[in-house]
């Protein structure tokens, strides 16, 4: 438990980053129709499931469509 306390300065703003990408991944999911590959309940599943930063980067790769 020392440990986790001691690393906590180092994770919490990790942590921050990782659930505010996650709410905006999610928000843009929700407010685009058109995709690259795949549809919207595809990009949610991936973007929440994948949440350890791997999900959203994933969607902004690979799916969002260029405007």
Do not use: Q, S
Request: net charge negative; no cysteine; proline share 4%.
């Amino acid at each position: 438990m020392k440990e986790l306390m001691d690393m906590l300065p180092f994770l919490l703003p990790l942590i921050i980053v990782e659930f505010a990408l996650l709410a905006y991944t999610i928000y843009h999911i929700m407010t685009h129709d058109t995709y690259k590959r795949g549809t919207r309940a595809m990009w949610l599943v991936i973007a929440i499931v994948g949440m350890n930063l791997i999900g959203p980067i994933l969607y902004f790769v690979l799916g969002k469509e260029d405007a």
